[in-house]
C-alpha cells in the first residue's frame, strides 16, 4: 500500500479535530463501480478526503472520528478464506489501519450500530457524489435520500477545505510526480500525432503512457482538432493538416495526486500565420496571469487581468475594438474565453469540487458572480501560500456562440462580427499548466514542457 | 453514431414483441458514472440490453415498448442552446430514433409520467446492476428500493436472454472485430513484455493498444506473474526469469462487443521444462474441449471432459492418481481448476450476467452445481447454433487452497500431496479463445494467435 507516514496521518486528523471542536465526523470511503454488469468494474478510484485523512486506496472501507472521545475506527472486513483463494492473501484491515495510525478497526456491519448509538445532530458527513454513498447515509441515518446533499456538514466540509487546500511539501513532491507523467504522455503526443491519425490513436497512447508509468488518468482526455468545443470527449475525428491538435490531459500519481496540462500544437510542422497570431495572444495571456501570481491576491483578478490580455491582443487583431477596460467589466471578451482561467489541482483535478465550490473557491463574503463567463470561474478568492492550481487561458471561436451573440447585436460597440467571420472555423487554443503558490510568488509544478511556439514547432519536427 | 441498420432493431424488439406477448417493457439506460467527483466521469458504458434494442450509445437515455399497443418510446433530453455552445452541436434524440426505426421520443420527465398510467403489474423491468437506476425504479414504480431485485421480470429476462444468446451474422463480425483488437493486444504483449519490466507497464501498453484500434477494455485485465491468482487486478510485479506472465485481456470493438482471450508465456525466451509439461496438459484440455463443441452438447460435459484431460496429464505427471473417473466426478480436479471452462460472450464479455447465471447459463430443469469447482461454471446447459462462448482451462496451484485441502486430507485417494509440494510456487497457467457455435461445430472468432507451445516461445525470441 502506497501511503505516507503514519504521522502524516495521525498530523491531518489531528488538525482536523482542533478545527471541528466536537461531533462525530462520518467517512464513507468509495465501492467499487459496476460498468455493464455487477461484477465488471470501472478501475477503483478512492474518496479523496478519505484518502487524504485515512491514506487507504481501497474498496469497502468508512471510518469515523469521534472528536469528543478521541476516538477514531476505521471499518472494513477482511477477506474470507474462500476470497484469499481467489485473490491472493492482503493484510488484515488492521495491519493497514495501523500504517496510518488507527488503532481501532472493526467489521463494517458495526458502523451502523456505531452511528445509531449517537444523536444524529452531533454526526458530520460531506457531500455523497456516489448514489451507492447517498443509499447507505439514508438507511444508517434515516434521512430521506433526497435531503441527503442539504444535511451534510458545512462545518465539516469548511474544515476538510481548510485543510486540503493548503499542500504540504511531500504532497507538493507527490504533484511533481503526476504532473512529471502528464508532461510525458503530452511530449509523446506532440512528437507523435501526425496528420491521417485518428484523435483516438492518441487516447491511447496517452492512456497507455499514464498507466506504464505507474499512474492513472486524472480525468477524461480531451484530444481534438476541435479546440473550441469545451467539453468534447469524441476521438473520432482524423487529423489533418491545418488544424491544430488541443490536447488536455493529464495523469494522476500512484498516490493519486492529480497534474493537469493542455498544449495546443498544429498536426503539421508549422503553426498558420493566423495561429500563430492567437497562439500568441493566448500565451501571453498566461504569462502575465503567471507572473501576477501571489499569496494574497485575488485569482478572480489574475482572471480578469488574463482576459484584459485576451482583449488587448484580439483588439490589436481588429476582433475587438472600444475601452477594453469597459469590455472585459462587462464581460465582452467572454465569447472568446468564456471559462474560468484555473482550478486548484490535489488529490482531485478539480480539487475538492465534490465539496463545493461556495466553499473551494470563494469565500461567505465573496461569493461566485452569475454572469456568463465568471460563473464558470470555479476559483476566485485570495490564494494562499501552499496552494496548488492550475493557469489555463484560452481563445475558442463557437460558430454557435458567435451566432448567438451576432443575433442579439451583444457587445457590439466590442466586438467586430464582421471580421470575425472570418474566424468561424478557426477553431480554440489553450495553453495550461500548474503552479504552486508560495510565500514569495509561485513556481511551475514538473518538468519543462515545450510551450513557447518556436518550441512547439521544433518538437513538431520544425 | 455506430448502429447496425434500423432494420436490425425493428426486426429484435419484434421478436420481443412476440415472445413476451402483452406488457410494458420499461428499458432504463446507463448514466455517466462518477470517480473522485460527480463530473469526473469514468468511461460511458452503456447498458447492452439497451444497445441491443435500441443500438443508441450515450448516457441518459430510456426506452418503452408497450406490446398491447405495438408503441415504442425513447425517453431523452436534447442538449440545451448552452450545452451545445459548451458541448457542440449533436443530432437531436430523434434523429437517433428515427436511424433506429423509433418514430416516438419524448422529454425524460415524460417517463414516470407515463408508468404512472399503467398498472404496475403490466410493468416489466431488467434486474439493475447501478444503484441510480435501482433508485430510479424505486422512485417510479413505489417500490422499496431493497425489493427491486426481487421484483425484476423473469418473462422479460427469459425473452431477452433468448434473443441475446443466438448471435446473428453481423454480431459474429463485430465479434471478430472485437477479437481481432484483442489479438492485437495480446501479440504486442508476447512481443514487448522484458525481464526487469513492471506489469503495469504492459497494463498502459494493452491498454493504449485498445483505444488506438478504436476499441475499449471488456474488462478489467489481469496482467500477472501470479496466474494462480485467479482475480488478479495488481499490476505492480516485475516481470523475472524464470516466471511465466499470464495475460486475460480482451477489448470491446467500437460497437461494444467483446473479445476474451488468455495466453501464459515465460518471462524469459523458453518454458522451464516443468512448465512445459503444464502447458501441454492445459493446451491438451483446450484443444478436447474445442473438438468437443456443437449444438446439442452440454457445456457442462464439456467442462467435465477438459476436467478429466487435466487430470490425466496430472496423473502422468503423478500429481493425481487413483480412478480418474471417480476423482473428476467427485471434484478432486479442482484443486488445480477451480473455476469453470467459459461463459457466454457477446454484447458483455460475460455476456448477460446483469441478467443472472440461471436463466442465462442454465435452465428451470437443469441448474448450477453448487459443488466447489462447478459452482464457479457460468455455463452449463446445452449449446445451440449461435452461441458465442470462450474455452479457457487452466491449472493453478494456489498455497492456501492446497494447505486447507492437505490439513483436511481431502481427495488424498486422487491427489499426491507430497509431490505437489515441489509445485507450491509453480504459479498458474490458462489459455482461451472465444468460439462461434455453428450448425456443424465451431468455428474460433478472430485472427490466429499463438497457442502452440513452440509457437509461443516463437513469438518471445527462440
Not at 78 to 97: D, F, M
Not at 196 to 204: D, F, R
Not at 217 to 224: C, V
Not at 443 to 451: F, M, V
Request: proline share 4%; aromatic share 10%.
Amino acid at each position: 500500500m502506497n501511503t505516507f507516514s503514519k504521522e502524516t496521518y495521525i498530523g491531518r486528523r489531528k488538525r482536523l479535530k482542533e478545527k471541528i471542536g466536537s461531533g462525530i465526523l462520518l467517512f464513507l470511503g468509495n465501492e467499487e463501480s459496476s460498468s455493464n454488469f455487477k461484477d465488471n468494474w470501472y478501475p477503483f478510484r478512492q474518496d479523496s478526503s478519505f484518502l487524504y485523512f485515512f491514506g487507504l486506496d481501497m474498496p469497502g472501507l468508512a471510518a469515523i472520528i469521534d472528536v469528543d472521545q478521541d476516538l477514531e475506527i476505521i471499518f472494513g472486513d477482511n477477506l474470507t478464506t474462500l476470497e484469499v483463494i481467489w485473490q491472493g492473501a492482503h493484510p488484515p484491515i488492521s495491519e493497514l489501519a495501523e500504517a496510518v495510525g488507527i488503532q481501532i478497526t472493526q467489521a463494517k456491519n458495526e458502523l451502523p450500530k456505531f452511528l445509531a448509538k449517537h444523536p444524529i445532530q452531533k454526526i458530520h458527513f460531506l457531500p455523497p457524489y456516489r448514489p451507492e454513498n447517498s443509499l447507505k447515509l439514508a438507511e444508517w441515518l434515516s434521512i430521506p435520500n433526497p435531503e441527503i446533499p442539504s444535511r451534510a456538514s458545512v462545518d465539516f466540509i469548511k474544515a476538510v477545505v481548510a485543510l486540503r487546500s493548503i499542500k504540504s511539501e511531500e504532497e507538493i513532491r507527490e504533484i511533481h510526480k503526476a504532473v512529471n507523467i502528464s508532461v510525458s504522455m503530452h511530449k509523446r503526443t506532440m512528437k507523435e500525432a501526425k496528420p491521417g491519425m485518428k484523435e483516438y490513436q492518441l487516447l491511447g497512447l496517452v492512456n497507455g503512457e499514464a498507466l506504464a508509468l505507474g499512474g492513472h488518468l486524472s480525468f477524461p482526455p480531451i484530444i481534438t482538432i476541435n479546440g473550441q468545443i469545451l467539453h468534447n470527449h469524441n476521438y473520432s475525428n482524423t487529423l489533418t493538416e491545418g488544424k491544430m491538435l488541443l490536447g488536455d490531459f493529464g495523469a494522476e500519481s500512484a498516490m493519486r495526486y492529480a497534474g493537469d496540462i493542455t498544449r495546443t500544437f498544429p498536426v503539421g510542422v508549422e503553426f498558420s500565420s493566423s495561429q500563430k497570431e492567437i497562439y500568441q495572444i493566448v500565451f501571453h495571456a498566461y504569462q502575465a496571469a503567471v507572473a501576477a501570481l501571489k499569496p494574497g491576491i485575488r485569482f478572480k483578478d489574475v482572471h480578469l487581468l488574463a482576459c484584459k490580455r485576451l482583449a488587448e491582443g484580439l483588439k490589436e487583431l481588429g476582433l475587438m475594438k472600444g475601452n477594453l477596460d469597459d469590455a472585459v467589466e462587462k464581460g465582452a471578451h467572454a465569447l472568446f474565453f468564456q471559462c474560468g482561467l484555473g482550478h486548484m489541482m490535489g488529490l482531485d483535478v478539480h480539487d475538492m469540487e465534490d465539496l463545493g465550490e461556495e466553499y473551494v473557491g470563494y469565500t461567505d463574503a465573496f461569493k461566485k458572480s452569475k454572469e456568463f463567463g465568471l460563473r464558470s470561474l470555479r476559483l476566485g478568492k485570495e490564494l494562499e501560500s501552499g496552494f496548488v492550481i492550475t493557469i489555463e487561458p484560452g481563445i475558442y471561436f463557437i460558430p454557435q456562440l458567435i451566432d448567438q451573440w451576432q443575433a442579439e447585436n451583444l457587445h457590439s460597440e466590442y466586438i467586430n462580427y464582421e471580421k470575425l467571420a472570418q474566424y468561424r472555423n478557426f477553431g480554440g487554443i489553450r495553453v495550461e499548466d500548474g503552479y504552486w503558490i508560495t510565500d514569495s510568488g509561485s513556481q511551475i509544478l514538473g518538468d519543462p514542457l515545450e510551450i513557447e511556439l518556436a518550441d512547439v514547432e521544433r518538437i513538431r519536427g520544425k
